[in-house]
């Protein structure tokens, strides 16, 4: 499987990552699976008996914005301090020395990719990305970058005001990520990433596509779907999940038992030495 992997990504003319929790699990961030995963993680949640699905709630920024702003404050702290893996430049520097063209299809919002240097227009986020915030009204359509500072006690996983706020109408503002249960999620800017990705899709149909999916589990599905969509209906595509609990997929797409780095480790030692750290285009 291994050496079929390397073969089919060294033969690839065309490269499409497709991303879950796992993937920023070796770079240290908590994926949130089950309660047990998201209590270890926010131990001040469990003294609270609130699961994921509660916290990640919208109606917080109305009802009690300090919680809304506390857990989604601390997570955008999080994100920001974090360093993307080697597995993030391992695959960069596959795209670099085959030139290959690439997309990234992430249903994680926490702005990896583009931190690793892979171009902004190139990613597909599909639940949004905490890197940007909308009004949580919301009182118009606008979605603007999350600069701002949030200082959160982490004993009670509250936020200390000043919150962040719309510029247009004065509510406090609440990021542009699909939470659960979500009605005011803004979908515009996802919408725009998703008619890049169908155009990347449908210019790149019939050359050789290697799909890298990692870490994408299948209780939400949709980055296992679009793994698949691509594998079963591009005719030289062939999908590599690597995933170390739910590897399963049919022949002929290749299922491999690993975690993402380890994977894409793996991979890699078959491949020929590489040259120097990845510089693809750095364009947000
Ligand atoms: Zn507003």
Redesign the pocket.
């Known amino acids: 499987m291994l050496k079929r992997a390397a073969a089919i990504i060294s033969e690839a003319e065309v490269i499409i990552i497709t991303a879950g929790a796992g993937m920023g699990v070796d770079s240290g961030l908590p994926d949130f699976r089950g309660d047990h995963g998201f209590w270890s993680a926010y131990p001040a949640y469990s003294r609270l008996g609130l699961s994921f699905i509660d916290c990640a709630n919208p109606q917080h920024f109305a009802a009690d914005p300090s919680f809304g702003w506390g857990f989604y404050g601390h997570r955008t702290n999080l994100y920001r301090d974090t360093v993307p893996h080697d597995g993030f430049h391992i695959i960069g520097k596959w795209i670099e020395r085959k030139s290959a063209d690439y997309f990234v299809v992430t249903s994680n919002v926490d702005g990896q990719f583009q931190k690793a240097g892979y171009a902004g227009e190139r990613i597909l986020e599909v639940h949004g990305s905490i890197h940007r915030l909308q009004?949580q009204?919301?009182?118009?359509s606008a979605i603007w970058r999350n600069d701002e500072t949030i200082r959160v006690d982490e004993a009670t996983m509250r936020a200390r005001p000043p919150l962040p706020r719309?510029p247009?109408?004065?509510?406090v503002?609440r990021p542009n990520i699909l939470m659960f249960g979500d009605r005011s999620w803004l979908p515009d800017h996802a919408r725009i990433q998703e008619q890049a990705f169908d155009r990347f899709l449908k210019n790149n149909a019939d050359r050789r596509i290697a799909v890298i999916e990692l870490g994408a589990g299948s209780a939400i599905p949709t980055i296992r779907a679009t793994s698949e969509r691509i594998g079963w209906n591009c005719e030289h595509a062939t999908v590599i999940r690597i995933n170390p609990r739910e590897p399963e997929i049919k022949a002929p797409h290749i299922s491999m038992p690993y975690g993402a780095l380890e994977g894409l480790q793996n991979i890699d030692a078959l491949l020929p030495p590489r040259s120097g750290r990845m510089r693809i285009e750095m364009v947000r």
């Open positions: 009004c009204i919301p009182c118009s719309c247009d109408c004065g509510e503002s």
